[in-house]
């Protein structure tokens, strides 16, 4: 069979697609850690990988494929079908269809929990709480243990849960976890650690899981032998895309999977892990070739397809600095005479000024909005340009803002779908009973206690004595969650069953019901898309969708909008020209992340990020002054700042370093002269007293 399809693909990228597959049938190989380096053809090698394995003869349906998102689970997948369709025709489709273990670790992680349940003690029907519900239950046994009167302030409810979240998914002991990421909580670990034992059993007692369980049953699952072996063994080939984001809970579920490594392949780039906010570890990556040594080949590609030799030069450098990383330089054959920018600015409203007129004038020259970026540390970080952007008319589009199902109005429908699944969950009951006027907590601790105390909860719902001042809208929300347990309208029709029920209750609690009526037809539109009501809620809270702001209103009226965006929410993305703001200490890195040497490190790899998303043009604005939420109101909020210290006096011959603006001569301007002293104004101070 002809291996054409591999024709267009770079001697490193074959090497990591061709490894250990030879003839059929394709019997697991040798672990594989593949360094892709920004822009370097991952996803396509990834793909490659996937198809060539279904080609040569591997069972699609035992293959495992885990991503980062499922959005890019469903585009690898699409990519794969493409690639196998060039060399199998239509039987290709056959076998990519039944490619139906490719998603996230959680979700992954729900469905083979589902799956095996009855063998760990769970009911199949679990819910799953998304991290406000999880938030709202930590609230609620926070409250019932007397927490929330405590002399001195407990921990709020959203702190409680990271802290737990952050045990669970760094394998560390409170007390660990409180000393490094949370010291103005160390006092009160004896009361958390209560508190996440009650959080515990409540969730158990409402057959509820959070995000965090997904991974922490499925490794619980896993440390029984017998129960690793017989998941492990459904899949000869394991591949695990962007490795450097995965925290310790996951690289302990693969070694369970495969302790030996035969049959992995995880790519990743150590100089991308961005993401340790979230309990990944870049030791996950760097630790690989030692675990399973001497077996593990290592494959680096440095060939980026995306950016200027300049660009690449200047980041390579920045990289270069770094503590402890895989030796990699990226190369190209991408030619250009421009390097990166480095501009000085006075503060943020000229950092804002002097980014629309670049925009502006590469708009003129050619360059949609589209093709144009400006990213930033931190969201806040870019409120300056946004007053001036909104000013000057320039439609733009925010990404790392408020998700979809943070409305509350979406909240309020899936709380009823979710009710209606699991009714012991006790959060959407709460939720979604008091919707209801004259439906206050205690009614509605009063009607979920007498469910929760019945072996048939909705028959207890059904002979439950009604809320003395509910009225007919009692009536009618027991006949919907009776009907739609039932499931007597089918799915999707169910959903279109609850929004009936729920609209008459947008429209009191909400001003803007025809608005938000609009996201509930939305929600049905996506509800489409899914098999079941159970499948729906449990995709739906692993991998939200962007936010309707993002794809609606008055910015995307017009068919091109600028882009803007945290560094961590444009990972993976590029465009043909990049400005970076804020690049001064204090911002990269953030004065919150220069703790330790980790930390540090973490911040100069964002930088890195940044610069590689850059194809044609890259700046990096530094402001002298800039304002800081961090202050007190008293005094100047402003900075003043240096030059970030990933870029040092030894790096910036690889930049052009200018200030701006720049006043030709003769000019009466004098807002920001980089044209020497001006005015020698010490010398009149001191002539002043002679």
């Not at 739609?484 to 279109?496: F, I, N, R, T």
């Not at 996201?519 to 499948?535: F, K, N, T, V, W």
């Not at 590689?612 to 961090?630: C, E, M, S, V």
């Amino acid at each position: 069979m002809s291996a054409a399809y591999l024709d267009k693909l770079n001697p490193e990228q074959r090497r990591a697609v061709e490894h250990g597959v030879r003839d059929k049938p394709c019997a697991p190989c040798a672990p594989l850690l593949v360094i892709a380096g920004a822009g370097s053809g991952k996803t396509n090698t990834l793909a490659h990988r996937v198809a060539h394995l279904i080609v040569k003869g591997a069972d699609p349906r035992r293959i495992l494929l885990m991503t980062f998102s499922r959005r890019a689970a469903t585009e690898m997948t699409r990519r794969v079908e493409r690639i196998t369709r060039q060399v199998m025709g239509d039987r290709a489709g056959v076998l990519t269809d039944s490619l139906t273990w490719a998603g996230t670790f959680h979700g992954i992680g729900a469905r083979l929990l589902r799956d095996y349940a009855g063998q760990i003690g769970l009911d199949p029907s679990f819910t799953i709480h998304d991290r406000e519900d999880s938030a709202d239950l930590m609230n609620l046994v926070r409250h019932e243990l007397g927490f929330s009167k405590t002399k001195s302030r407990f921990p709020m409810k959203g702190t409680c849960l990271a802290i737990y979240s952050r045990c669970v998914n760094a394998e560390l002991v409170i007390d660990d976890v409180l000393k490094t990421s949370f010291p103005w909580c160390a006092a009160w670990a004896a009361e958390l650690r209560g508190l996440f034992v009650a959080y515990v059993e409540a969730k158990q007692r409402q057959n509820v899981l959070d995000y965090d369980d997904l991974l922490l049953y499925w490794a619980q699952t896993v440390s029984d032998r017998g129960l690793a072996d017989d998941i492990g063994g459904r899949f000869d080939h394991v591949l695990v895309d962007e490795y450097q984001d995965t925290n310790r809970l996951q690289s302990s579920i693969l070694l369970a999977l495969k302790p030996d490594g035969r049959g992995l392949t995880v790519v990743g780039d150590d100089a991308q892990s961005i993401y340790s906010f979230r309990a990944a570890t870049v030791r996950n990556i760097l630790d690989f070739p030692r675990q399973f040594s001497p077996e593990a080949e290592i494959i680096t590609l440095d060939r980026n397809y995306r950016s200027t030799r300049p660009i690449l030069a200047a980041a390579n450098g920045v990289i270069d600095l770094a503590a402890e990383r895989f030796t990699k330089n990226l190369w190209t054959d991408r030619n250009s005479a421009e390097r990166p920018h480095l501009i000085n600015v006075r503060d943020e409203a000229g950092q804002a000024a002097y980014v629309v007129e670049c925009v502006l004038e590469n708009r003129e020259g050619g360059s949609a909005l589209k093709q144009q970026a400006i990213l930033f540390r931190a969201s806040h970080h870019s409120g300056p340009l946004e007053v001036e952007l909104t000013r000057r008319n320039i439609p733009f589009v925010k990404f790392g803002g408020l998700k979809f199902l943070e409305a509350a109005h979406i909240k309020d429908l899936l709380a009823l779908l979710r009710f209606v699944e699991n009714p012991r969950d006790r959060v959407a009951g709460f939720r979604v009973l008091q919707m209801m006027p004259g439906v206050g907590s205690a009614s509605a601790q009063r009607v979920l206690d007498h469910m929760m105390a019945s072996v048939n909860p909705i028959q207890a719902l059904i002979d439950a004595p009604p809320p003395p001042r509910a009225g007919d809208n009692w009536i009618s929300f027991v006949t919907t969650v009776t009907d739609l347990h039932a499931g007597s309208a089918g799915w999707p029709a169910e959903l279109e069953r609850a929004r009936l029920w729920y609209e008459p209750h947008l429209e009191r609690i909400h001003e803007d019901a025809v608005t938000r009526r609009a996201d509930l037809m939305q929600l049905e539109q996506i509800a489409c898309g899914y098999p079941s009501r159970e499948r729906f809620l449990t995709e739906l809270t692993l991998d939200p969708p962007d936010a309707t702001s993002d794809q609606a209103g008055v910015p995307l009226l017009d068919e091109d909008y600028l882009i803007l965006s945290t560094i961590h929410s444009a990972k993976g993305q590029e465009w043909k020209s990049v400005f970076v703001l804020n690049v001064v200490d204090g911002c990269i890195p953030s004065d919150l992340g220069t703790g330790t040497t980790a930390e540090i490190e973490e911040e100069r790899r964002l930088l890195y990020v940044a610069m590689t998303r850059a194809k044609d043009n890259l700046h990096l604005i530094t402001p002298q002054r800039f304002f800081t939420h961090g202050q007190s109101a008293q005094g100047d909020r402003h900075v003043y700042a240096a030059r970030t210290r990933f870029i040092p006096d030894g790096l910036l011959s690889l930049f052009n370093k200018t200030a701006w603006p720049v006043i030709a001569a003769g000019s009466a301007s004098v807002r920001g002269s980089s044209q020497g002293m001006r005015v020698d104004v010490g010398a009149r101070m001191r002539g002043m007293w002679r």
